[in-house]
């Protein structure tokens, strides 16, 4: 690697700030455009997602899933609860014991330099990093600055939340005992995943409590209409429409009791906050290069950010604010490198995925609860708004002849948005048992924009719950 080192300190051709998997795609497609790459991370190398987030969640709602499965199968008998305990080590595993190592060799591996410390701008094109001994290490970039901070969980100013010493998403998936009684704030993917999974895990006694008229209002309505009779049937508490207006906790270890504005309160044992995430920013040196110290940073569809000179500034993932999806993250980072390698080496850097980012149109998400939620694209309501000819059209998975053999009395729901001038999807949603692997298809179909009438001769297997497709194609007028 060309590294040079001199009383500026080190010099690469790109830093990186942040060791996620948004910084480690960023720096990996550099180097492979033939630069050099540091990597900076104050904390655990693989990021949120890694250890506190998208894995050890999906590790601790998998026997969630697969007991409830079970117990939709006529024949089958799950034979006392879930074993707790035996789910929390294999998360354990999962993390890696929250050990970064195996992490830090994948980036050396690029191979980039890994650096351990809390890195920060120190004006164009350096980066300064305090070590774990507190010494302050500088560096220098050629060509480019990448920010790969990610986002912090949002605590809201509720009267007393702070000092009730909330849950984020980072205790929740951390956890080593399971509370007997919780109360979540929040019906985004944070606090229906956790709720659901805590429940089945031991908290006999839980309550959601929602601000909105429904769970997971950025999805299409039936989604949480479906997720939230599922929650009630297993036992937990959802309270819509109801607005926290103090929390207290008199005592550290004590429990935690939530007023709400109908005048009436929830005691538990754990209180977890899922109510968004902010732009991981802060000491980030930003005002060194003439921005707010507040996110997100602005960037264009190459991320480079819009508002500073000579355009040596990336921000990817979370901390643009354009998608706040790991997926999408580890996109942007690649176009990030691929973008940057290609100006440095003199090249076209007008990629053919800056004509049409796929954060923009054909961003895929799933929530891991029972039943899973699977969507891509726009709404009904997003697509009206933006003046498309939308024509939308539903159908029940459960008439699906795939969906009889999945599970008896399969409950699911699938739907389609289409752009009527063009004849090709905007949107597609799924919500159903073990919808998760039918995500795809509707994803390329969304991006590729394939017309409606060509989808039509793309063939499901019989008998697959994929026939969904058949029977949506037929309902629109195919």
Same mark, same amino acid.
């Given at each position: ?74 024949? /089958? ?17 999962a993390v890696s014991y929250l050990d970064d ?34 010494a302050v290490r500088p560096l220098r970039a ?43 704030? +929040? ?21 959601? %409590? ?42 550290? &270890? ?8 109908? +005048? ?7 209180? /977890? ?19 707010? +110290? ?23 993932? &979370? ?18 490198? &691929? ?58 998975? +459960? ?5 009889? /053999? ?12 289409? &752009? ?23 994803? %390329? ?9 060509? /989808? ?23």
């Amino acid at each position: 690697m060309r590294v040079s080192v001199g009383d500026e300190g080190d010099v690469f051709d790109v830093i990186v700030i942040g060791a996620g998997p948004v910084g480690e795609n960023a720096a990996a497609r550099a180097v492979r455009g033939g630069l050099t790459a540091a990597v900076v991370e104050e904390r655990l190398a693989g990021g949120e997602c890694a250890y506190y987030a998208c894995i050890p969640s999906k590790a601790l709602l998998r026997p969630v899933e697969l007991a409830a499965e079970v117990g939709r199968m006529p024949g /089958l008998e799950l034979r006392g609860p879930i074993d707790a305990a035996a789910v929390l080590a294999r998360r354990d595993q999962a993390v890696s014991y929250l050990d970064d190592q195996g992490q830090v060799r994948w980036i050396e591996n690029v191979p980039a330099t890994f650096v351990r410390g809390r890195g920060r701008l120190a004006g164009p094109l350096r980066v300064e990093v305090t070590t774990p001994d507190g010494a302050v290490r500088p560096l220098r970039a050629r060509h480019a600055v990448v920010i790969a901070t990610g986002s912090d969980p949002a605590i809201p100013g509720i009267p007393g939340l702070r000092e009730a010493r909330p849950w984020s998403n980072r205790e929740a998936t951390s956890v080593q005992q399971v509370p007997k009684r919780l109360v979540t704030l +929040g019906g985004g993917a944070v606090g229906c995943e956790m709720s659901q999974a805590l429940h089945a895990l031991g908290a006999l006694e839980t309550t959601l %409590i929602v601000r909105g008229d429904r769970l997971l209002s950025r999805t299409e309505p039936f989604a949480g209409e479906m997720v939230a009779r599922s929650f009630q049937e297993s036992g937990i508490d959802v309270r819509l429409g109801r607005n926290v207006e103090r929390v207290e906790r008199p005592v550290p &270890d004590g429990p935690v009791t939530v007023y709400l504005d109908d +005048g009436s309160q929830v005691e538990a044992d754990e209180i /977890l906050v899922g109510l968004g995430r902010w732009p991981a920013v802060r000491d980030l040196g930003l005002e060194t290069i003439g921005l707010e +110290g507040r996110g997100p940073i602005e960037v264009d569809a190459s991320m480079r950010a819009t508002d500073v000179p000579d355009g040596w500034l990336y921000a990817v993932g &979370d901390v643009n604010g354009r998608n706040l999806l790991t997926h999408m993250g580890k996109y942007q980072a690649r176009i990030c490198g &691929d973008v940057i390698a290609a100006r440095v080496n003199g090249q076209p850097d007008d990629l053919p995925s800056l004509r049409d980012t796929a954060d923009e149109q054909g961003a895929p998400q799933v929530i891991f609860t029972d039943p899973q939620v699977c969507a891509v694209g726009r709404t009904e309501e997003l697509a009206s708004a933006e003046g498309f000819a939308v024509r939308a059209v539903e159908y029940d998975i +459960g008439a699906v002849s795939g969906a009889y /053999l999945q599970a008896d009395g399969y409950v699911g729901r699938a739907k389609l948005v289409a &752009d009527q001038a063009r004849g090709v999807l905007l949107g597609v949603t799924f919500v159903g048992p073990a919808v998760v692997d039918l995500l795809h298809s509707a994803t %390329i179909a969304v991006t590729a924009e394939v017309p409606l009438e060509r /989808l039509w001769h793309a063939v499901p297997s019989f008998p697959t719950v994929s026939e969904i497709w058949l029977r949506l194609l037929e309902e629109y007028g195919l």
